[in-house]
């Protein structure tokens, strides 16, 4: 079984902070890619912002210069750390992670179950 467990969301007023954190856990041979999405309500949930084992990031145009990916490969964690918040930043905010369950395994991408963010004008 593999986990991955989100924390960090809230309620917070625009121009604020908040820190999101997503914990793997299970049955993990290793990890590729993590990431972050979010989805809004009525909208297509849409991609935030990625982290290569390596350390190499991508992120939406929506959010680059106030939003940071980064990730502790020995927690198997990935976080998002979220300055300047808008209004157009409330969403469903998942992680997800690609990952093999041992050296010969397929890749597999897992999700989170999701923390809500809030942002409030």
């Known amino acids: 079984q593999v986990q991955l467990v989100e924390s960090g969301g809230g309620l917070v007023q625009a121009g604020g902070s908040l820190r999101l954190s997503c914990a793997a856990s299970?049955?993990?041979?290793?990890?590729?890619?993590m990431g972050w999405y979010r989805q809004a309500p009525g909208k297509q949930r849409e991609l935030v912002a990625t982290?290569?084992?390596?350390?190499?990031?991508n992120y939406a145009n929506s959010v680059l210069g106030r939003f940071t990916i980064s990730r502790d490969n020995a927690k198997n964690t990935v976080y998002l750390q979220m300055n300047s918040l808008k209004p157009e930043d409330t969403a469903v905010y998942y992680c997800?992670?690609?990952?093999?369950?041992?050296?010969?395994?397929?890749?597999?991408?897992?999700w989170g179950q999701g923390t809500q963010v809030t942002v409030s004008s």
């Open positions: 997800n992670a690609d990952l093999r369950k041992s050296g010969l395994g397929t890749l597999y991408r897992y």
């Open positions: 299970g049955s993990i041979f290793s990890i590729n890619d």
């Open positions: 982290i290569t084992s390596g350390g190499s990031t």
